[in-house]
């Protein structure tokens, strides 16, 4: 009997046991499933620092049907080297003889505002713009280098070409010998687009006792030659042509006797003679070779001027301190032995004007084209009429200017105040036909 109840309790022991673990185990979950949940808390999301951020990756998508933007171009192709990036044009400029020309005058014929001067070793720099120019270069007395096509980082070399000569005689109307004379070069025009300035005008003086000269170191080009000896006027060459490196066919110049000009200078609101007044040939009439003695007038205003043109027009030119000089056009003796001109001068006033003459009022220069008008004077009867700088004079009433020298061009412009001339000029290829009454020009 006892062991049958202990054995009994043995069992409630263990039943109890097993029930008290169980109940420990399921009342969590109970607890769990009862009781409300919370929402979760996400943890805060740490962005890593720009720096550290890696590039994105492409994604490796299986290739499917879709609206892109179209892939950029590729690059373009590296450029030319321009003239700005290939820095200056560097050359030397040659003699016929291969030796360097310092300071010769180089320019771009299709880029006129790039130019350059050569240094003592004939070396030229010109701008970066000037790579690709087609260049020629200039120095009297040779000829202008021919057109070259210089580049940047290239043999830039420019050879002028040689000069030439004229020579000649000078005689009389009888054929003899005139020893002593003075030589000039009325007009030259150059082969080239060189600009030889100081070649017009360039006198000396000559003693040969047979009237012989020569002009050494000329530049290839036209010219035309002017002498002159006491008592007798200017005259000039026919137009002789120098080509490089050789002598032109010699020349002959037949100097006339001159004729005698007289006349008598006063004051133009008084009338008193003017003393001391200076007579002589004006530039136009001498051109550069004028061995003509001036005259001065006496107490009586008198003057005699000894060698002047004894036939054609001429003019004279009349100054005194105190008074505007004066230029007195349309002069001819005709072919006499004499003539008279009296001057009336008038005295310096505050306007500024220093000259006057009685003309068109336009200023003439020779140029490829032909007489050119370089220049018209306010006010005048050229710029009244509409003449213009640029125009070039084909006829002068109705005679052809390309037929005359540029002294007798102005010489036929010139003349008495009120009388007319008619004058045909060439403007772009449109002909014109002014005519003008001369006036008093003042300037």
């Known amino acids: 009997m006892a062991e049958s109840w202990t054995a009994g309790a043995q069992r409630r022991a263990w039943l109890s046991a097993a029930l008290l673990s169980a109940a420990l185990l399921i009342a969590p979950f109970l607890v769990w499933l009862l009781l409300p949940r919370p929402a979760p808390v996400m943890p805060a999301r740490r962005e890593p620092a720009p720096a550290l951020i890696a590039p994105a990756q492409p994604e490796r998508a299986a290739p499917r049907e879709v609206e892109v933007e179209p892939p950029p171009p590729p690059p373009p192709p590296p450029r030319e080297t321009t003239a700005a990036s290939a820095g200056p044009v560097r ?90 004379y003075l030589l000039a070069i009325e007009s030259f025009l150059p082969v080239g687009s060189g600009a030889h300035a100081g070649v017009n005008g360039r006198a000396r003086k000559v003693s040969d006792p047979g009237g012989a000269f020569q002009l050494d170191d000329l530049a290839p080009g036209r010219y035309v030659l002017t002498v002159s000896a006491a008592g007798r006027p200017p005259a000039r060459s026919a137009p002789i042509d120098v080509e490089a490196g050789r002598a032109a066919r010699p020349v002959r110049i037949v100097l006339p006797q001159g004729a005698t000009l007289r006349g008598r200078v006063v004051d133009a609101e008084s009338r008193a003679p003017v003393v001391e007044a200076q007579v002589e040939l004006d530039s136009a009439t001498s051109s550069g070779a004028n061995a003509i003695s001036l005259a001065l007038t006496d107490a009586n205003g008198d003057y005699e001027l000894q060698g002047v043109p004894a036939s054609g027009p001429f003019s004279v030119r009349v100054r005194h301190e105190q008074y505007m000089t004066k230029i007195v056009p349309g002069l001819d003796a005709r072919g ?20 006057e003459l009685s003309g068109i009022g336009a200023m003439l220069s020779l140029s490829p084209s032909g007489v050119t008008i370089a220049g018209v004077i306010e006010g005048g009867p050229a710029a009244l009429a509409g003449l213009a700088q640029g125009d070039v004079i084909v006829r002068i009433d109705g005679e052809p200017a390309a037929d005359l020298p540029l002294a007798d061009c102005i010489q036929r412009l010139r003349g008495p105040a009120g009388t007319r001339v008619t004058v045909g000029v060439d403007r772009g290829g449109q002909l014109l ?11």
């Open 91 to 180: 050359g030397v400029v040659l003699d016929p003889e291969g030796r360097p020309v310092a300071g010769a005058t180089i320019r771009c014929s299709d880029e006129p505002g790039l130019s350059a001067n050569a240094d003592a070793e004939g070396r030229f720099e010109l701008p970066p713009e000037a790579d690709g120019c087609t260049a020629t270069a200039a120095h009297p007395p040779f000829g202008d280098a021919q057109p070259t096509r210089v580049a940047a980082g290239g043999e830039n070399v420019l050879h002028l070409i040689g000069a030439g000569s004229i020579t000649g005689e000078v005689v009389d109307q009888s054929g003899r010998p005139v020893e002593a």
């Open 336 to 355: 006499a032995g004499s003539m008279r001109a009296d001057v009336e001068i008038r005295l310096l006033g505050d306007g500024g004007s220093r000259e």
């Open 433 to 443: 036909d002014v005519t003008m009454r001369r006036d008093v020009v003042v300037h």
